[in-house]
T-cell receptor, first 111, second 113 residues
């Protein structure tokens, strides 16, 4: 079993839809949780960075962390074609641990 | 503020050669991490340097090595290149202190012929 699991997709939604992206993990020591967006031929871009359990909102993006279920989510409201990319979840234990990435979910938002 | 800069962007090498990739972190960042990204394996951690010292290491063979200079710039070297080393190599920098996430460059695309 991999430390971080993520549905690879591809996920295809119409413009304006609410998108839900999810990751599960096995290591209960993870405390820091991140979501990155990666466009083709570019490096990952940090979208959200959260610590421990709870919700965090930034514009159209909401990150949720449920440590009791070892489950994190990223919600995208009013999705746009420009949101079409691969979304990577990532997590780490202490701040000095290496970061572990999920395999990524490919998202297409259709106009 | 300038982002993470990686050079070169593209590189073609042949088996058996060696290669050196360069990474300039965001100004003020002292931690630099290197990752290998392939379609089959995703993002895999190579190593992290903080203040010129290797702080973490992934599960890659000794052919993969790195170093960090006093100005926080980092280089990664791969010796005796193999076909399987073809990948996107990404560098990420952070302040290296608690609660500070990593920011990535656009990577070096390495192709081995």
């Amino acid at each position: 079993q991999k430390e971080v699991e993520q549905d690879p997709g591809p996920l295809s939604v119409p413009e304006g839809a609410i998108v839900s992206l999810n990751c599960t993990y096995s290591n209960s020591a993870f405390q820091y949780f991140m979501w990155y967006r990666q466009y083709s031929r570019k490096g990952p871009e940090l979208l959200m960075y959260t610590y421990s359990s709870g919700n965090k909102e930034d514009g159209r993006f909401t990150a949720q962390v449920d440590k009791s279920s070892k489950y994190i989510s990223l919600f995208i409201r009013d999705s746009q074609p420009s949101d079409s990319a691969t979304y990577l979840c990532a997590m780490r234990g202490t701040s000095y641990d290496k970061v572990i990435f999920g395999p990524g979910t490919s998202l297409s938002v259709i106009p | 503020k300038a982002g993470v800069t990686q050079t070169p962007r593209y590189l073609i090498k042949t088996r058996g050669q060696q290669v050196t990739l360069s990474c300039s972190p965001i100004s003020g960042h002292r931690s630099v991490s290197w990752y290998q990204q392939t379609p089959g394996q995703g993002l895999q951690f190579l190593f992290e340097y903080f203040s010129e010292t290797q702080r973490n290491k992934g599960n890659f063979p000794g052919r993969f090595s790195g170093r960090q200079f006093s100005n926080s710039r980092s280089e990664m070297n791969v010796s005796t290149l193999e076909l399987g080393d073809s990948a996107l190599y990404l560098c990420a920098s952070s302040a290296g202190t608690p609660n500070q996430p990593q920011h990535f460059g656009d990577g070096t695309r390495l192709s081995i012929l």
